[in-house]
């Protein structure tokens, strides 16, 4: 309770008591969720640890001690609701119930070097912010959302048709900019945590700390 309190500067509120084996506790812009004693996970393994020797049991099965297994690991998920309203909130996107990408108008004033900088930040952050979570697989949403909104706005910028601005930029979306140099949509080929760290390493640091900062705030609602 003291690190509770001192270090990290929370207070408990009984009145706001969550049950974690039946339902989900949002910490930090995420959703999680302890397993259930016993039950199967979702890749069909029981949630089990092994428990020291002196607690184990003996199977009807078998002439062999087993020790008895339960797992303690809290299950970390997107909240991805939240993640697809701010996407509209945010421009990136129709509102429900078509949630279709469409431009950013804010954005139609930038270069298009500096159009696809604004995008790889947002994506960026949210890529690292959540690389840890289960149901990343999830994120393929946001980023068909991004990468097509990305797109739309080009081609509202140079009153163009979405068809011309990928035959002109490919896709991902690759931009030569002369002396700035080249810049290309950041979408990560793969959503795997291993992959998503090596792709992002670099801005890792930078984003631990931003996490760190703004960890009370909602983190879509920190990116412009």
């Known amino acids: ?87 509209i909130e945010k421009g990136f996107a129709e509102d ?20 696809v900088k604004k995008y790889n930040s947002f994506l960026t952050k949210i890529m690292v912010f959540y690389n840890m979570a289960y149901n990343r697989s999830g994120l393929a949403e946001l980023l068909y959302i991004l990468e097509y909104s990305l797109a739309h706005t080009l081609a509202a910028k140079h009153r163009s048709t979405l068809a011309k601005t990928f035959r002109k930029y490919g896709k991902p979306i690759v931009v030569n900019a002369g002396d700035l140099g080249r810049i290309k949509f950041a979408k990560p080929s793969s959503l795997k945590a291993v992959h998503l760290n090596n792709s992002y390493k670099k801005f890792n640091v930078e984003i631990e700390r931003w996490k760190i900062e703004y960890r009370t705030k909602d983190p879509i609602s920190m990116f412009d």
Do not use: Q
Request: with cysteine; aromatic share 14%; hydrophobic share 35%.
């Open 96 to 115: 429900f119930p078509s949630g279709r990408p469409k431009y950013v108008g804010k954005y139609l004033h930038l270069s298009d070097y500096d159009i």
């Open 1 to 87: 309770m003291a690190f509770l309190w001192y270090e990290l500067k929370l207070e408990l509120d009984k009145n706001k008591l969550t049950h974690l084996g039946r339902e989900y506790a949002k910490f930090l812009a995420h959703y999680i969720r302890w397993p259930l004693l016993g039950k199967p996970s979702r890749s069909g393994t029981v949630n089990t640890i092994l428990l020291p020797k002196k607690n184990h049991w003996r199977s009807p099965k078998s002439e062999f001690c087993h020790d008895l297994k339960v797992n303690f690991a809290p299950t970390i998920l997107i909240p991805l609701n939240d993640l697809n309203s701010k996407l």
